[in-house]
């Protein structure tokens, strides 16, 4: 959808981890540029090679290092956005009516309530990333441990970007679902 959107156009991305750089080269098949704004020199540091390697083979993925938004202008919808490197100082004010902030996960956890064992940065632990201490406080009722996927509860299990350890990929999410799902079956036939 989003790339319909940005058809023709020139967009943002914020960040420097492999979500702002598949969302990069994602977008480049649709859009007329895509800057990418980073605040350190580049990419290395937080990005696959892989990746880095595609952005710097497609000629509308322009790479924007020391940089960041300053501001973001318009009326009633986004218009301009005005950014600034922070090597030079100099600030550059740029038609863009399209901006992705991928600066970071943070898990959306709040609402299971201390129901399941969660690291300290809130993602849910999974199988034996669980200590035996932490099953114990959350009441883990089953003589085994948890399967590879299986939260503290029996029988709930996470995949994707809000299970700790993930490597947020779509790819990953999808393949630990089919891999959860055969261990809801191991589960169900023990039952």
């Known amino acids: 959808m989003e790339a319909q959107l940005c058809a023709g156009e020139e967009v943002f991305i914020v960040g420097g981890g492999n979500s702002?750089?598949?969302a990069a080269v994602f977008l480049a098949s649709a859009a007329?540029?895509?800057?990418?704004l980073v605040r350190k020199d580049g990419l290395a540091e937080t990005m696959s090679r892989y990746l880095i390697r595609r952005i710097e083979e497609s000629p509308s993925i322009q790479l924007?290092?020391?940089c960041e938004i300053v501001a973001l202008e318009?009326?009633?919808?986004?218009e301009r956005v005005r950014w600034r490197?922070?090597?030079t100082g100099m600030s550059k004010t740029s038609r863009i009516q399209h901006v992705f902030i991928m600066a970071g996960?943070?898990?959306?956890?709040?609402?299971l309530n201390r129901c399941v064992v969660v690291d300290d940065k809130e993602f849910v632990k999974t199988g034996l990333d669980i200590s035996k201490d932490e099953l114990s406080d959350a009441g883990w009722s089953?003589?085994?441990p948890p399967y590879l996927l299986e939260t503290s509860r029996p029988g709930v299990f996470a995949v994707g970007d809000v299970r700790a350890g993930n490597i947020k990929r779509v790819a990953s999410a999808v393949g630990e679902g089919s891999i959860a799902i055969s261990f809801v079956h191991r589960f169900l036939n023990a039952s």
Not at 74 to 78: A, F, K
């Open 64 to 66: 924007q290092p020391h």
């Open 85 to 87: 490197d922070n090597k």
């Open 142 to 144: 089953l003589t085994r």
């Open 32 to 36: 007329r540029r895509v800057h990418i």
């Open 74 to 78: 318009g009326d009633g919808h986004l």
């Open 105 to 111: 996960a943070v898990p959306n956890t709040d609402w």
């Open 20 to 22: 702002a750089g598949q």
